[in-house]
């Protein structure tokens, strides 16, 4: 019972973890910028329209971005918390 409390509470603090996901999702976003730049895939300027080319990037950003804040578990973190003016003031 006390090992699973255990692997439960580094399973939710582990930092490796959190960081191995982000760091994929910063090459998966990096090598969609160089298809987005190179007009390659999903966009090429012979398939897509500009519109579509500009919606398909917003919509891999916008679901990568949703897919690794779930699997890194960024919501129950604090990288997005409020913080007084005081703890910030050097």
């Known amino acids: 019972m006390i090992a699973t409390f255990e692997q439960a509470m580094f399973a939710y603090v582990n930092p490796n973890a959190r960081w191995a996901t982000l760091k994929t999702s910063e090459r ?4 969609e910028i160089w298809k987005f730049r190179c007009r390659m895939g999903d966009y090429s300027i012979e398939k897509f329209s500009s519109s579509t080319i500009l919606r398909n990037m917003t919509n891999f950003t916008t679901e990568l971005s949703t897919q690794t804040m ?7 973190s604090n990288l ?5 003016h005081a703890i910030s003031t050097h």
């Open 70 to 76: 779930a699997k890194a578990k960024l919501q129950e």
């Open 80 to 84: 997005m918390g409020s913080y007084s």
């Open 28 to 31: 998966l976003i990096n090598t």
